[in-house]
């Protein structure tokens, strides 16, 4: 069986935010690490050092400023893990008919102060940012594990079905998977019942028969309605990708659409509302 091992990494820190300061695929992530850190670009637009430096100098102060409080964090998600992470990756690989192979590594959790919760083939980033701010229980801890490994699952799947779609698709069908697997009544004795996801996926809805449906809604019906005919998941993820493919050319205009505005969808009505306008789901 499989584990999620906790590991403190500076340096893989640093890197984070270096990646995401200078990501093309998510630009947007850069002002969401300037609204979290808004000292951080003030000391990156002095440009008085290179910009590793610059990150390194800042981590180092903050995390030293906030050094119990953050130790108080990290003490209470290892006891999380501790409890329930094999449980939780148990149900997690039962609801993906996946078996882990002999060479498959175990799963680790980074804690950092980095706004968001990213991924890196089997090491997964914890944002404590909140942290900062007074938080010290993170009782998501679990949640947000199980959807961050689902994604590696799911890349190992498609990689052994040699299935390649666009990274557009990928984003979107992943983040559409992640919250519908955490949100299974399989993981009621250790989770709270809640939708874990990201805004720009959860908030896109489809039409179709003339009726408006959070895109969510209708996988994670579909979901639990191929489960109970005894359906595995590679028959659901199967039917998912079929009917994303008919739409991909929407699911690219939601992207660009939130690479332009961000987080301002969820701060603007209009903008959200905009968003929200629903694809047209073909005639299957």
């Known amino acids: 069986m499989k584990k999620i091992i906790l590991k403190e990494d500076f340096d893989a820190e640093v890197q984070i935010f270096l990646d995401f300061l200078n990501s093309k695929e998510y630009p947007q992530h850069k002002n969401i690490i300037f609204f979290s850190f808004p000292e951080l670009k003030k000391m990156r637009d002095l440009r008085t050092e290179n910009e590793k430096s610059t990150v390194e100098k800042f981590l180092k102060t903050v995390l030293e400023e906030n050094r119990i409080k953050i130790q108080e964090s990290i003490i209470f998600i290892k006891n999380e893990i501790a409890k329930h992470g094999e449980k939780m990756l148990e149900i997690l690989a ?100 809640e939708i874990v996801g990201n805004y720009n996926v959860l908030e896109i809805y489809f039409e179709k028969d003339e009726k408006t449906i959070r895109a969510f809604d209708y996988f994670n019906d579909m979901f639990i309605k191929n489960r109970s005919e005894g359906k595995n998941f590679n028959f659901f993820l199967d039917e998912m990708i079929f009917i994303c493919k008919k739409i991909e050319s929407e699911i690219k205009e939601k992207k660009n659409f939130d690479n332009k505005y961000g987080i301002q969808i969820m701060e603007n009505l209009e903008i959200l509302k905009k968003f929200r306008e629903p694809i047209k789901l073909q005639v299957l």
């Open 94 to 193: 039962n609801l993906m008919n996946y078996n882990w192979k002999p060479q498959d590594n175990n799963y680790f959790l980074i804690p950092t102060i980095f706004p968001l919760s990213p991924f890196k083939k089997n090491t997964f980033f914890y944002s404590i940012y909140k942290t900062l701010k007074g938080k010290t229980e993170y009782s998501r801890v679990l949640a947000v594990s199980a959807h961050e490994i689902s994604h590696m699952i799911l890349i190992d799947i498609l990689k052994d079905r040699n299935i390649k779609i666009s990274q557009e698709l990928f984003y979107f069908v992943k983040e559409l998977i992640a919250p519908i697997l955490v949100y299974q009544d399989d993981f009621n004795n250790i989770l709270k019942k």
